[in-house]
């Protein structure tokens, strides 16, 4: 599968290790009852940490220069700290500048670095479908025995290790594990495939009982997009895994009536949208709100929650409500647009959004390029995860913004993605 060809002896010294660390550490729960919503530091943010600092050390050894492509960073970096020095209250922006450099530039620049070889790039890959499959295997138990968050009141949402306060962590995570779990599938053959395949219907299944509409949406388009890619002759097998997973879920009776409203919500969104799709409605309004006052560089990190009873319309909520057996009952703040390119607007106008959308741009661009190129089963299958990876993550920013441990994973997939193109500078 993805660890096919590793070598028997692995060297520990590999930086490269502590990102696998980090993804590991993403599935340690998370005690946010007693936490400052507004900053927050996990475990997988030391770990990542710990990888910055490597690749610091790595590069002051090598007198390494950074590959052209890798500039690609500079734009979100320069944008976000203009946006910042502008804003009304810098000090406490600074949480969001930090935060927003973390993801966005400074992990998956320290990826380019310590990323030595395939090697590397699949025990990431590796990792982050073991941290997936954790994470599905104990959402489903979840939702099987009524341990999960609560919803319609019952506890039967799977949210894995991550909580009701991060209810979208766990369908994150799966999603991402989906996506290689698929690129396997799609390109090998005899007992990988099966095995990719037996993994990718738990996978669905707990990406089902979760219950998020926006990672439903978004892993559809993903896994369209790389069916299309990889031959119509694989779109059979592709639906199959689908359907067996969507019919595991009914079969057991693992809350397949609310799975059944969950589905037919989505078709009425425009027409008869529900109180959490009214808010959102809502917090996109005062995003756009904040916006056309402060078209250049926005309101500044974090500004939005600072700002939001200034703009927002009256029939939104200021707060939602979670519960989880762990945690218990809280009233979470909504301290976002729930959109991340209308959260970057927001926050950092025009000048953010622009660097925000040339990064992705370059990414997709440059994947395409390295994809277009690839012969070996290896090849094509990161080409897939790429292109997976880019369509889930787009189409997921339309419905969410950043935010919780799983920020971490998304923050080293960038840099996985950054090292395979800057691979072929090297190359």
């Not at 500039?71 to 203009?82: C, E, N, R």
């Not at 395409?368 to 089963?377: E, F, I, K, N, V």
Request: positive net charge; hydrophobic residues 55%; charged residues 15%.
């Amino acid at each position: 599968m993805v660890v096919a060809s590793l070598p028997r002896t692995l060297d520990w010294r590999r930086p490269g290790l502590l990102a696998v660390l980090a993804v590991a550490l993403v599935c340690v729960p998370q005690q946010r009852a007693q936490l400052d919503p507004s900053f927050n530091v996990t475990a997988a943010d030391v770990a990542a940490g710990c990888l910055v600092v490597a690749a610091l050390v790595h590069a002051a050894r090598g007198r390494l220069r950074l590959p052209r492509r890798a500039y690609l960073l500079a734009p979100p970096a320069v944008a976000v700290t203009a946006a910042t020095l502008a804003c009304a209250d810098v000090v406490a922006a600074l949480p969001g500048f930090v935060r927003y450099l973390e993801i966005f530039v400074i992990v998956p620049l320290a990826m380019a670095i310590v990323i030595r070889d395939e090697v590397d790039r699949r025990l990431v890959a590796a990792a982050v479908l073991g941290a997936a499959l954790v994470q599905a295997v104990l959402g489903c138990w979840q939702a099987y025995t009524g341990s999960g968050a609560s919803y319609g009141g019952q506890s039967i949402r799977a949210i894995g290790t991550f909580g009701a306060v991060d209810v979208m962590g766990m369908a994150t995570v799966v999603s991402y594990g989906a996506i290689v779990a698929l690129a396997v599938a799609l390109t090998t053959r005899g007992r990988p495939r099966v095995a990719a395949a037996l993994v990718l219907v738990v996978l669905m299944a707990a990406l089902v009982l979760s219950l998020s509409r926006g990672a439903w949406l978004a892993w559809l388009m993903a896994g369209v997009v790389m069916v299309l890619l990889s031959g119509s002759r694989k779109a059979v097998g592709a639906a199959v895994a689908g359907a067996l997973a969507l019919g595991l879920v009914v079969a057991a009776g693992w809350g397949s009536s609310t799975v059944t409203q969950r589905l037919a919500s989505m078709a009425s969104v425009a027409s008869q949208p529900d109180q959490s799709v009214n808010d959102r409605y809502g917090l996109w309004e005062t995003a756009a709100g904040m916006w056309r006052d402060h078209p250049l560089l926005g309101v500044g990190p974090r500004g939005f929650a600072a700002w939001r009873d200034n703009y927002a319309p009256l029939h939104v909520s200021a707060s939602s409500d979670t519960a989880d057996p762990v945690n218990g009952f809280q009233r979470q703040e909504l301290r976002s647009p729930h959109n991340m390119y209308l959260l970057v607007l927001s926050e950092q106008g025009l000048a953010g959004l622009t660097a925000f959308v040339l990064l992705w741009a370059g990414l997709a661009v440059w994947a395409a390029r390295r994809a277009r190129g690839a012969r070996t089963p290896a090849q094509k299958a990161a080409g897939l995860c790429a292109a997976g990876f880019l369509t889930w993550q787009l189409v997921d920013f339309v419905y969410a913004d950043v935010g919780g441990s799983p920020t971490v994973v998304m923050s080293i997939m960038i840099g996985l993605l950054l090292s395979w193109v800057v691979a072929a500078d090297e190359a």
